[in-house]
């Protein structure tokens, strides 16, 4: 497993708690060519608004902590 997506399962295992208190998770999906990391957000997160602010708040500020390199954090369906 290459060092980014180890740090991007560690951050997401970060915010895991916080979505399952919601009824929530969120599944790593592919770190593409470009550092764009692909979730898919399950349970009530999969259709919630606040979701997109779970991603760009949360996962992704926390990732370019721990890895600068990550352009983006994106859902898929």
Sequence with gaps: MNA???KVLI???QLRPFLHA???DIEFVELTDDN???VRM???CGDCSMSTMTLKAGLEEALKVVAPEIRSVEAVH
Aim: zero cysteines; aromatic letters at 0%.
């Design 42 to 44: 399950l349970g009530s």
């Design 11 to 13: 951050a997401m295992e």
């Design 22 to 24: 919601d009824g929530g």
């Design 36 to 38: 764009t990391v692909k």
């Design 4 to 6: 980014i997506k180890e």
